[in-house]
């Protein structure tokens, strides 16, 4: 018998443990886990040193066509970052079953990677919009506590409620930014009538107070109506121990981190300004040591980009008013060496690595066990790491469409080499090889 694909003399991470040993892979899918003497034949076998391979990373939080960005220009730069699936989070209008069927068909043919779209929620659209979408397969609906810009109505408290309602009851996912409307709109009201525009007044608009005050009310919100929810890109301890504990009285809640949070600092943002610029903000050096205590430990579900690129020129816009410069930053593309450092480092295990990055990522946006996991029936998606492997982050090596990151400059250590989608090598050797429109629309299971 001969097959499509081996991967041999491999280090096979699952969160539960390390298997030495290769991957049988045919039509797509794994068919066959085994100790390398009994592989069969294949059209093609990959020999991975003894390097470890993790299931197919899966990035739940990317802005796919944040301008400049488009689903071709970041899907590429995904399948460059060793990611496999890449889950869309609308910055575009996706407010009912109408927008995101047409949002589907936009990214159709478009893609490197697989994929799939989140929803999103805003005020002014009738009951029933948002259980549409999930009906069409969001794989989760996005709620800003805080503003959202000029094109996203905003939701407040009782459309917050009555959208959690919606969706619990077709079991659905909330996507929750939480950040204290009321605060922020102070805050930066009083800043602009002192006339800041330097680098701190980022911070002073919106504090840790209102990230740890909007997540507690948001948990609070999702256990009276009895809905699922994720709050993301969270900055702050609190969240992560309020989660906990509602979690012990049975609230459905997880937590996502970004990298942006596991090493930027707000010390950054005073010497970087827009460059570093997100929402919520980079903490104290103190908050990230904590976070990433906390992921180590279990208490944080999953990692995620919130790749949200900018132009170079709406950027250095904000350096002579830090108050007006866009939020977000370009992710994609450091992701996985971020993460393989921390490793490295000695904050973060392979096989936690492999929980928050794939399987927890597929369990929770309902494509497990398809996606996110090393194991027989599932699609073969994988990345081979080198540990080893040093690399100086550099804003020339970008293929984002922005062209820029905010690590240019950093050293880290590990670095992905080779990555296969649904049994198709789309990486290798830090070069995409996959062709536009490989990557297929995965909705939920």
């Known amino acids: 018998m001969t097959v499509d694909l081996v991967v041999k003399n491999a280090k096979l991470v699952t969160p539960r443990g390390i298997i030495e040993g290769g991957l049988i892979i045919n ?8 100790k390398d003497p009994h592989l069969p034949q294949a059209d093609r076998v990959i020999d991975a040193n003894g390097k470890p391979v993790l299931p197919g990373p899966i990035d739940g939080h990317c ?16 399948a460059k970052g060793g990611f496999t699936t890449l889950l869309d989070m609308p910055p575009e209008t996706t407010f009912n079953g109408e927008e995101y069927r047409a949002k589907r068909q936009r990214f159709s043919g478009n893609c490197y990677v697989d994929y799939t779209l989140h929803g999103a929620a805003a005020s002014g ?15 989760g609906i996005k709620f800003f506590v805080s503003q959202a810009g000029p094109d996203w109505p905003q939701t407040f408290d009782g459309d ?12 659905g996912l909330a996507l929750i930014h939480a950040e204290n409307d009321q605060m922020i709109r102070d805050f930066s009201k009083r800043l602009k009538a002192e006339g800041r525009k330097d680098y701190p007044a980022m911070l002073e608009a919106r504090p840790r107070i209102a990230e740890v ?16 929810g994720l709050i993301v890109h969270t900055s702050v301890p609190e969240t992560v121990y309020s989660a906990a504990e509602a979690s012990m009285r049975g609230v459905k809640v997880n937590i996502e981190t970004c990298p942006q949070y596991l090493y930027l600092t707000h010390d950054d943002v005073k010497e970087k300004g827009p460059w570093v610029k997100f929402a919520p903000p980079a903490r104290a050096k103190e908050d990230v040591l904590k976070i990433r205590e906390l992921l180590g430990k279990g208490l944080i579900d999953t990692v995620a980009t919130d790749h949200s690129p900018h132009s170079k020129e709406a950027k250095e816009a904000g350096c002579d008013d830090i108050l007006g410069a866009p939020n977000g930053i370009p992710g994609l593309e450091p992701f996985l060496p971020l993460m393989l450092n921390g490793v490295n480092e000695g904050w973060l295990s392979l096989e936690r690595l492999a929980a928050v990055i794939s ?4 369990k929770i946006f309902g494509l497990y066990p398809k996606k996110g996991a090393l194991s027989v029936g599932c699609d073969a998606d994988l990345v081979i790491v080198d540990l080893d492997k040093e690399v100086t982050i550099r804003n020339e090596d970008q293929i984002t469409a922005c062209g820029w990151t905010p ?10 080499i080779l ?25 939920r299971l």
């Open 27 to 34: 039509e797509g899918i794994i068919t066959g886990i085994t």
């Open 63 to 78: 802005h796919h066509t944040s301008p400049p960005d488009t689903a071709e220009t970041s899907s590429r730069a995904g």
């Open 125 to 139: 659209y009738p009951a029933g919009s948002l259980a549409e979408q999930w009906a069409e397969g969001a794989t």
């Open 160 to 171: 917050i409620i009555d959208g959690f309602r919606e969706i619990a009851g077709v079991n």
């Open 213 to 228: 005050e909007a997540g507690r009310r948001m948990i609070q919100y999702l256990e009276e109506t009895g809905c699922r």
């Open 359 to 362: 399987e927890n990522p597929a």
């Open 407 to 416: 690590y240019d400059g950093y050293k880290v250590k590990g670095a992905p």
């Open 419 to 443: 990555s296969v989608v649904r049994g198709t090598v789309i990486m290798e050797d830090g070069e995409v090889v996959g062709e536009k429109g490989y990557g297929e629309y995965n909705p």
